[in-house]
């Protein structure tokens, strides 16, 4: 039943319209009008580790903020029974996404990420 709630969830926001609605309800705050919503691009969001493993996260999508992309990383993770870790996998989806940024060279000139 986890299984399919988590494909439920990633096919409902990989619709841009409902990240947008998401975004936008659940963060209301005056940064959010700098988004141009019109740019939301969905990313690829399965990785390679540096020790060879292939790790796949939920859904990532980008958006110009002020000319500048920003990166909203949506983990929907559901599980049957408790994962004290869960923290750490998080963590460790965000680091990919940085490591595969740093890769690509998709860094702000002042190299912030």
């Not at 988004?35 to 690829?44: E, P």
């Not at 990785?47 to 060879?52: I, S």
């Given at each position: ?24 309800g ?8 700098h ?10 969001c399965g ?6 493993r292939?790790r ?19 983990l ?15 963590s460790?989806?965000v680091?990919?996404?940085?490591q595969?940024?740093?890769r ?8 912030r990420?």
């Open positions: 039943m986890a299984q399919d709630d988590d494909a439920s969830y990633k096919l409902l926001f990989s619709s841009p319209e409902m990240v947008r609605d998401l975004v936008v659940f963060m209301p705050h005056p940064w959010l009008r988004l141009d919503f019109s740019t939301l691009q969905r990313m690829a990785y390679v580790t540096d020790d060879l292939q796949n996260g939920d859904v990532l999508w980008r958006v110009q903020a002020d000319g500048e992309w920003v990166y909203l990383y949506l929907l993770e559901f599980q049957s029974t408790v994962d004290p870790y869960m923290a750490v996998r998080v460790s989806y680091g990919l996404l940085y595969d940024l740093i690509a060279d998709a860094l702000l000139p002042d190299r990420l």
